[in-house]
């Protein structure tokens, strides 16, 4: 009997893949994944909120930086880094889980469906509360990050915005959020799901389970990049909308479209958002699944074990 094979009876017998401890890891890796690399870049993302909110001043990544420092010092490339470790935290949290929850749900409601249905709805229904969840933090990080004045973070922020604007203040982006989250991250969940299977089928043309955890991590960066390369292509419009919405610079989302313009809205901080996106997801991936390694899971991803917990046979050494 293979290890990964007792390792996947002791889980089951358990209550571990589908259980609560199992979902519970998950989230627990969702946040410490998604939390820690958010914060790591935040510098790079207070230079994407003004070169989408600035883009005459702020029209590339090396003058934008140069700008931010010589104008408001260091300290100004960490503003908003409370709402990127709080904020994406729990959103981290939520879309992990919840989608290796939905994941085993759909699959056994659509057991005859393709597996990229399954992946579709598993992603989307997870970011929806994910957002919801994350809506908060990014109305306040946003304003922190754009306009020096509003707060210096979380804690006098969240106050300043409900007296200013009430509870709607919190929720004014969560449709164009939803509209940059949803498509990215259906296409995030899938496009790893399938480059893991494509990379084990075509170049290291062995199962996962015949993989040192080492190089199964190394499938699992290689994968994560790649879905989050993609990913930000698609979800680049709603992202520009955000920005505009949350600064004021329209009230409506067509209004902010037609400021914006179709062009821009495809290619305004696309640079910047891949460097900062890649590098990200790609981390998040590794994070998250060397967390489920510790605590005796395997990795993620692939085919053959991802839908309605996998043909006995793919286990069987």
Known sequence: MSEYRA??????????????HYYGICTAGGMFSAGATHLAVTPLDVLKVNMQVNPLKFHSIASGLNILWKEEGPSSLWRGWSGKLFGYGVQGGF???????FKRRYADVLADERHSVVFFLSSASAQVFADIALCPFEAVKVRVQTQ???AKGLSDGFPKLYAREGISG???GLLP??????????????????????????????????????QQLGVTCLAGYTAGAVGTVISN?????????????????????????????FTRSLPIRVALVGPVVTLQWFFYDTIKVLNG???????????????EASYNC
């Not at 390792?7 to 609560?20: A, D, F, Q, V, W």
């Not at 879309?95 to 929850?101: A, I, M, V």
């Not at 959020?177 to 084990?200: K, Q």
Request: proline share 4%.
């Open 148 to 150: 020096p004045n509003f």
């Open 170 to 172: 919190f929720y004014k």
């Open 237 to 265: 419009p709603a992202d520009n909308i955000v920005s505009s919405l949350y600064n004021k610079k329209a009230n409506t989302i067509m209004q902010a479209a037609r400021n914006i313009g179709l062009v821009n809205l």
């Open 7 to 20: 390792t996947k009876i002791r889980m089951e017998s358990g209550g571990g893949i589908g259980g609560l």
């Open 95 to 101: 879309k992990f889980g919840l989608y290796e929850f």
């Open 177 to 214: 959020l939803w509209g940059r989250n949803l498509p990215f991250s259906m296409i995030m969940f899938s496009t790893f799901e399938h480059s893991v299977d494509i990379i084990y089928r075509k170049f290291v043309q062995k199962r996962k389970e015949e993989c040192s955890r080492t």
């Open 297 to 311: 899971l395997p990795t993620s991803g692939g085919l053959n074990r991802s839908i309605k917990g996998a043909d």
